[in-house]
C-alpha cells in the first residue's frame, strides 16, 4: 500500500518506515539522506543548543495517516 514519496527538501525518495511504537506514529515515510538539507540543518541547530547531544538530528518525515503532514523524526547522527 505504500507509494513513492520524495522529500522536498532534497528530493530524495523516502522510505516506508516503521516508526518505534512510543511515538505512535505508525508507518510513515522518512528520509534517511544523511546529506539532507533538513536533517543537517536540525543538527547544527541542536549542537548549538546542548553539547551533550550533538550525534542527534531530525529528519523530515511524512504521516501518511494524516494527509502527509510533515514531522521531526528525531534520529542518531551516525558522523
Ligand atoms: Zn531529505
Known amino acids: 500500500m505504500s507509494e513513492k514519496r520524495y522529500c522536498p527538501y532534497c528530493g530524495e525518495e523516502m522510505e516506508y518506515w516503521e516508526a518505534p511504537p512510543e511515538t505512535g506514529w505508525g508507518y510513515i515515510y522518512v528520509c534517511f539522506n544523511n546529506k539532507c ?24 518525515g511524512e504521516d501518511p495517516l494524516t494527509n502527509y503532514t510533515a514531522i521531526n523524526v528525531l534520529a542518531y547522527c551516525p558522523f
Not at 40 to 58: F, H, L, P, T, Y
Open 37 to 60: 538539507e533538513f536533517y543537517r540543518g536540525s543538527a547544527d541547530e541542536i549542537v548549538n543548543k546542548s553539547e551533550d547531544q550533538n550525534n542527534i538530528g531530525c529528519r523530515y
